[in-house]
């Protein structure tokens, strides 16, 4: 799996979560084994990717130190009012879970979505 994968399961599980441990981070990657292939995450490989994705997507995932050690995303806003960050980050959290549940493939309809080779013209 590519790195923007990585960052992107790590963006849309923090997202749907809300507040999030470490611990339990950890588990569901490790759950995820098309992405862990059955690893626990370590906490530097998930602070270096909070920092990449800072510097990637502008988006800050914090921690809460009071009352647990509990992650999220401190600027929300940000994913939620930029639409195209948004699309592609929805995107790509889409094709993550296709990809943990290939077995369904077969069973999605998706719509057709306008492509760059079929709609822009090269100047």
Not at 25 to 40: A, F, Q, V, Y
Not at 50 to 58: L, M, N, V
Request: hydrophobic share 35%; glycine share 6%; proline share 4%.
């Amino acid at each position: 799996m590519t790195q923007l994968q990585k960052y992107t399961w790590l963006i849309d599980t923090i997202r749907r979560a809300g507040k999030i441990s470490y611990r339990d981070l950890s588990d569901r990657w490790e759950r995820c084994k098309d992405l862990s292939d059955g690893k626990p995450l370590h906490r530097a490989t998930f602070n270096r990717w909070r920092d990449a994705i800072c510097s990637q997507f502008g988006i800050l995932i914090s921690c809460r130190r009071v009352g647990g050690y509990l992650y999220y995303i401190e600027n929300p806003e940000d994913i939620d009012e930029d639409e195209l960050k948004k699309w592609m980050l929805d995107s790509f959290a889409v094709g993550n879970l296709i990809g943990e549940n290939l077995a369904l493939k077969d069973r999605i309809l998706v719509d057709p979505i306008p492509s760059g080779r079929d709609h822009l013209t090269p100047y």
